[in-house]
């Protein structure tokens, strides 16, 4: 504020030395207003379309405070990958997803048709609803020869059309599935 009061009283005093032919006393003009107004436009465009945010604690999805990744669904829901839950959010409650003790979820991706694939510390898989509606984790590692499937954390999970990609530090797993 102090800087802007400075720079009106160096355009005032300015405009009260310089020669006050009309093309030099409209620019002036102009320049005072310039710096009168412009700081009302700032105050204004804070004010208009400021996102709203909502932080919610691990005390209010029962979770841990690290957070790794996130994706939406089809429908909306937010996931989110925090240690062994993935927890869904339908905008008005939290559901855990259990994927496996010791297993520290470190990705999530959806595709175009919002199915969640996993990435977690030795598994991937997927999330998909069971017979009661409820969403679950379904692994894949089953599809792997038993020789590969001794891997650190997929930190990276990626979705082409019909393939996902699995990145760990050891490996790139390629995935192939239909809809």
Known sequence: ????????????????????????????YFFILYFLLFPLKILIAQENGAPFIKNYTPLEYEGEPQVWAG??????????????????????????I??????????LSANS???????????FGFLKPDSLGQT?????????????????????TVVDDSTVFFVSREAVFRFHYRD
């Open 113 to 123: 048709k919002g199915l969640i694939f996993v990435g977690a510390d030795g598994d």
């Open 71 to 96: 994706a939406c669904d089809a429908q909306g829901r937010f996931y989110n990958a925090n240690y062994e839950y993935v927890f869904q959010y339908a905008g008005n409650e939290w559901h855990k």
């Open 1 to 28: 504020m102090c800087i802007y009061l400075f720079l009106l009283n160096i355009l005032y005093f300015y405009q009260k030395s310089i020669n006050k032919s009309k093309k030099v006393k409209k620019l002036s």
């Open 136 to 156: 679950e984790y379904v692994s894949i590692l089953n599809y792997l020869d038993s020789a590969d499937r001794d891997f650190s954390d997929v930190w990276n």
């Open 98 to 107: 259990f994927i496996d003790k010791n297993k520290v979820i470190r990705s």
